[in-house]
């Protein structure tokens, strides 16, 4: 049995989650994520963990294990279905006879939009500015659909160290199609160091974002209300 489990942000953290991870002969994870549920893990427990870049060689040790009889638990930040590892489990997985289960969690844009107000009630983009695994070229023309679709759009992987120019080139077309939309951005969301910030994208400090920050483009109908993002839903209100 293969458990992929979201486990979010530890003050959300779901039932389920913690069921499977409490189970589990062995926890396959993120150095950082097993660090963050140790107070969860028994004392015999088993667990694998490794760095970035390393989720190939964690998905596979957790599939061999499972393959062999082992209940396994892999943890992943936010929902594991959104740039998780579930994919990859069901592919590495693929007819090894491993029961797989997913258990959703509270994915990053849905935490920065209750921090941010109510940005998120329209039709919503996720989007990845991160080309480790997709070329540049597609995440342009993703910001070009966005544009044509005046899409809220929450943007995961927003600045690295190495990649400081994505974020402004996304605001830039973003400002050139639609406008001076209104921006948010959340760093450690229902964690400790939490900051919040809304400004407009001409007022926007890119400098504040970094990997644990979730930028969220507001549509050109999203609206500032008492220091809030909010997009209307559509109701005819009074």
């Known amino acids: 049995m293969l458990y992929i489990v979201g486990i979010g942000f530890p003050s959300l953290i779901s039932s389920l989650a913690r069921v499977a991870i409490e189970s589990a002969e062995l926890v396959v994870g993120y150095t950082p ?7 969860i893990l028994r004392s015999n427990q088993k667990t694998f963990a490794n760095g970035m870049r390393g989720e190939v060689e964690r998905v596979t040790y957790a599939v ?4 062999r009889g082992a209940q396994v638990c892999i943890v992943c930040s936010g929902d594991p279905s959104l740039y998780g590892m579930a994919a990859l489990a069901y592919q590495l997985a693929a007819g090894r006879g491993v029961e797989i289960s997913v258990i959703p969690s509270v994915t990053a844009a849905m935490a920065a939009s209750a921090k941010l107000g109510a940005p998120i009630t329209d039709d919503l983009v996720i989007l990845s500015l991160s080309d480790l695994l997709t070329p540049k070229e597609l995440i342009d023309r993703r910001i070009e659909a966005v544009n044509i679709g005046d899409f809220v759009c929450a943007i995961y992987n927003p ?13 830039k077309k973003f400002r050139e199609a639609r406008g001076n939309l209104l921006v948010g951005a959340v760093t450690n969301a229902f964690r400790e160091g939490e900051s919040v910030t809304i400004a407009t994208i001409d007022t926007f400090d890119v400098s504040i974002v970094d990997m644990f920050t979730l930028v969220l483009v507001g549509s050109s109908r999203t609206q500032l209300i008492d220091g809030k993002m909010v997009t209307p839903r559509g109701y005819r209100v009074s």
């Open 33 to 39: 994520y097993i660090e963050e549920i140790a107070p």
């Open 64 to 67: 061999d294990e499972a393959a």
């Open 159 to 171: 600045r690295s160290k190495s990649r400081t120019e994505a974020l402004p080139s996304a605001l």
